[in-house]
């Protein structure tokens, strides 16, 4: 079946071919008029000059007097029109997207050519409407009515007081706005189409020096394109050139041929053009199901297989532009050409989100003592984007970074040569940020050799678009002499700007498989057609373009409403139909970002139609269920060696490490036998062992100068003065978490744990009042208990938080700054792979160590019920431990069991059973716990 630029074509070198030197074809858009110079080319037999060849957007563009001016200039000046009209004091940015709505409500009134003034009155007497407005249709004049039928002024609210008050503010902001673009020659293109529309008889002697003027397959059209359409059918020189199928255009009711109906009737195709067309012919129409969105793509190589499918006179059209990398990352490999069409947004690649890092660090960086500083965090960020990737300088720039573990860093450390010099540089006020961003821009695209290549031909072209955005925001703030003071101002501006950002493919636009959005699709007929995302709310969209022009006013004016939007999706879902021979549909019934999950009704038009066959096919794509499988280690000779090196005492056993064998087995192998560390990480929170550090470090300074004296009510009162213990925590906090740079203020998760650090500290030094006078033996005290294994002198090496001395008894105290748990049933329970009972193993362990020496008692401390009475005894079989002998035989053995089981050559290295143990381990995500 010839395709409609092939019949066209025919047709116009037929009839035409002398005349081309003095004609013009107008187009809906740009690739249909590609595709016409290649059908024309192969109808041409002979050497002649080609017609103009246009769109109609650059026809009307080109015959204007006014030009089109940049959407953020736009926006800006009607900002100041519309702060002027209004007395409503917003910062740029809180107006700038209210901005867009407004702009392209006023761009959709001057398409339509509507009456601003009449539609922004407050039309509250509803007689005035059948007066104003003669010239409407009774459905107009209803929609009217209906709207301001509904708005109660007799009741009053704020939200409707506010809505008048902006309502009747909006046609004198749209008055002067005009005006203000009027006197500089610049518009929005609802404009220029106006204004054009206003002048047609002073562009009459340009618009007749055309021989021939065709306009070629265009479908729904404003009101402006139908005046001028209707003037330069006037002249005599213009024909009109629809496509369609009998399919929908018959039946009235069909969506499809909404509009097409109304254009035949005003402008009717030449009697002697004839098109082939044919949607009930018969055709393989097939449609795939998937149960995730990404699954769309992921069955391509299954489409392209099964249907014998080539890249050649096949589209593969996006309803969801989100769709486009998964899909060019599923091709199959035997796809060799491909040409994108569509445009992919800047906001979604990680160019832009370079940019953004960019400007946080900016806006978390200071000085201090006139140094730059910049935050870390940030700086790791930054190093750890894809341009640094495969780095070897940047990589050890950053373990630097890592290893101060510092909240800031000094510029110096990091500005080593040109390059970064220039991405680490201090803008020092929001004003001077976009020429911060183009340097550095400029300075990634001209370095890609010291980046190692990170960057290709796309990336370059992402980068170029925002650097061309940023110059035009640059230009804006310095020639309106915006002032901006805030960071976030510029971000939110900048953030703002960017989202409407894309950037095109480069490709041969005749060659291999079309990737194209629903749009491009106009007037171009394909063999094959694969069409992702037809689901329910994306072909057609669910929701109508934001607008303050409620729905019913829009109907009554003949503005374009969802229903509209509805029609044009038809049309262009079913002419992709209407000349190809397999097409293919693909939806998700996972629901989209509109909450559906549903095919199109598109779809459920073609499953219903009787004279169409559709075969369906349901694709499980969901991925399976990851099962883990359980981690066993072996004992090679290798490993055994390291262990007996416990045995021998060359390496020494902690209560610690025992706990963590008790534990999880596999996890004693990770951490003490291969020594499997995670690797350095910034951190910008107190984890819960450097909290321990501070409040056990801390402790131990301010008991210090007391060690081997008897301290009294009276001392401890001393010590708890809060300048004291203010000083000293500041001093271990600088040491521990800022490596000795304190900052000048103390914020965040920093000051919260400062705080309750100090809370904790008041508590037990409360607790000792309570409990003096005693004698302090020992703090972070080094002991060593010895026990028998396999014949062997085992050593474990003991460190104890705080020894005191009270009533001619030694009391071994371990502070803890969780929870804890100092009650257990038995020795059984005690030696489980249970996490929670590792604080009474180990304390018990410690009291064992200095057992010979005197009466000993273990006291298991949780500093945040340090208060409560029962808090720091221990219990067994519900008997406090008052004096360590009491349990050592028993307890030795089952510690005993517990060595030997260790150094048991049979006894393999495996996972422990206990979920809750890893919650909190270091090595779960290799276990996949």
Not at 333 to 360: A, R
Request: hydrophobic letters at 35%.
């Amino acid at each position: 079946m010839k395709t409609f630029l092939e019949s066209f074509s025919e047709h116009i070198v037929t009839n035409y071919s002398d005349d081309f030197l003095n004609s013009c074809v107008i187009f809906p858009s740009r690739r249909a008029g590609i595709f016409f110079r290649k059908q024309l080319a192969a109808q041409i037999n002979k050497t002649c000059w080609l017609p103009e060849i246009t769109t109609l957007n650059e026809f009307i563009t080109e015959n204007s007097d006014t030009q089109l001016a940049d959407n953020l200039q736009l926006i800006y000046k009607l900002y100041n029109v519309f702060c002027s009209k209004t007395s409503i004091n917003e910062n740029f940015d809180e107006f700038y997207f209210w901005g867009q709505v407004i702009l392209s409500d006023f761009n959709d009134i001057d398409k339509e050519l509507v009456d601003a003034e009449k539609l922004y009155s407050n039309l509250s007497d509803i007689k005035q409407i059948d007066n104003t407005f003669f010239e409407l249709t009774k459905e107009q004049l209803d929609a009217i009515k209906q709207f301001w039928g509904n708005v109660d002024f007799k009741t009053k609210s704020s939200g409707k007081e506010k809505f008048i008050v902006l309502w009747e503010k909006l046609y004198p902001v749209y008055k002067e706005f005009n005006e203000l673009l009027s006197n500089e020659k610049i518009g929005y293109e609802g404009k220029l189409y106006k204004d054009l529309i206003s002048n047609l008889n002073t562009h009459s002697k340009k618009f007749n020096s055309y021989k021939h003027i065709f306009i070629v397959g265009f479908n729904a059209l404003s009101k402006s394109e139908k005046e001028l359409f209707k003037f330069l059918q006037k002249l005599g020189n213009t024909q009109f050139f629809w496509d369609y199928d009998s399919f929908y255009y018959n039946d009235k009711n069909h969506e499809a041929g909404f509009f097409i109906r109304e254009m035949l009737q005003q402008f009717p195709l030449p009697e002697k053009f004839q098109f082939e067309t044919g949607i009930g012919l018969q055709k393989s129409i097939n449609l795939y199901s998937t149960q995730t969105i990404v699954g769309q793509a992921k069955i391509l190589p299954e489409i392209f297989k099964n249907s014998i499918l080539t890249d050649e006179n096949t589209v593969l059209v996006l309803a969801d532009e989100n769709m486009l990398l998964p899909v060019l990352y599923s091709l199959p490999q035997n796809i060799l050409k491909i040409n994108v069409t569509m445009s992919y947004p800047v906001k979604e690649t990680t160019s832009l989100q370079f940019v953004y890092l960019l400007l946080e660090m900016q806006g978390n960086s200071r000085e201090k003592s006139k140094n730059i500083l910049f935050k870390s965090k940030d700086v790791l960020n930054i190093f750890s984007h894809k341009f640094f990737s495969n780095n070897n300088f940047v990589n050890e720039l950053k373990n630097q970074i890592i290893k101060l573990n510092k909240n800031y860093i000094e510029q110096n450390v990091i500005n080593k040569n040109e390059f970064l010099l220039k991405v680490f540089d201090k803008s020092k006020t929001p004003i001077t940020y976009c020429k911060y961003i183009c340097d550095v821009i400029f300075e990634i695209i001209s370095s890609n050799l010291i980046l190692n290549n990170n960057i290709d031909n796309l990336e370059k072209q992402i980068l170029y678009s925002i650097y061309r955005e940023t110059l035009k925001l640059d230009e804006l703030i310095i020639g309106n002499k915006i002032e901006l003071t805030k960071h976030d101002t510029f971000v939110k501006i900048f953030k703002l700007v960017c989202e409407n950002i894309k950037v095109s493919f480069k490709g041969e636009p005749l060659a291999g498989l079309q990737i194209m959005g629903i749009l491009e699709t106009r007037l171009l007929d394909f063999k094959n057609i694969i069409l992702i995302s037809a689901n329910e709310g994306v072909i057609p969209t669910g929701n109508a373009s934001l607008s303050l022009i409620p729905y019913n006013l829009r109907k009554g004016f003949g503005l374009h409403t969802l229903e509209h939007q509805d029609a044009i999706f038809a049309y262009h879902f079913y002419h992709l139909l209407q000349r190809s021979e397999n097409a293919f549909f693909v939806y998700s019934s996972s629901q989209n970002d509109n909450g559906k999950s549903e095919a199109s009704r598109f779809i459920h038009q073609l499953r219903f139609n009787q004279n169409l066959k559709v075969n369906e096919f349901q694709v499980s794509d969901k991925p399976g269920v990851f099962q883990n499988k359980d981690i066993n280690i072996e004992r090679t000779e290798k490993i055994n060696s390291k262990i007996n090196k416990y045995l021998n005492n060359e390496l020494k056993l902690s209560p610690s490490s025992i706990n963590t064998y008790i534990n999880c087995k596999l996890k004693f192998y990770f951490k003490h036998i291969i020594k499997l560390k995670e690797p350095d990480e910034l951190t910008e929170d107190i984890d819960g062992i450097a909290f321990g550090n501070v409040f056990h470090k801390t402790l131990a300074l301010l008991y210090q100068e007391y060690i081997g004296q008897n301290v009294t009510e009276s001392i401890v009162e001393n010590i708890k003065t809060n300048e004291n213990i203010e000083v000293t925590l500041k001093k271990i906090f600088s040491e521990e978490i800022f490596k000795n740079e304190f900052p000048d203020n103390l914020s965040g998760i920093y000051l919260l744990n400062f705080q309750i650090l100090k809370k904790y500290l008041i508590r037990l030094l409360e607790f000792d009042k309570q409990n003096s006078p005693f004698k302090i033996i020992g703090i972070e005290m080094n002991t060593k208990f010895p026990i028998k294994v396999n014949g062997f002198e085992i050593i474990i090496d003991c460190f104890i938080d705080r020894c005191i001395e009270k009533e001619s008894k030694l009391i071994v105290q371990d502070f803890k700054t969780g929870s804890i748990e100092n009650k257990v049933k038995d020795f059984d329970t005690l030696f489980s792979a249970n996490y929670k009972y590792s604080a009474m193993r180990q304390v018990i362990i410690y009291a064992l160590s200095l057992e010979k020496m005197n009466v000993v008692k273990p006291e298991l401390l949780s500093v945040r019920k340090v208060l409560t009475n029962e808090n720091n005894k221990i219990s067994i079989e519900k008997n406090e431990i008052k004096n360590i002998s009491e349990i050592k035989t028993e307890f030795t053995q089952y510690l005993q069991l517990t060595l030997n089981e260790l150094f048991n050559k049979d006894i393999l290295f495996s996972q422990t059973e206990k979920a809750d143990n890893c919650k909190y381990c270091e090595y779960k995500q290799i276990c996949r716990r």
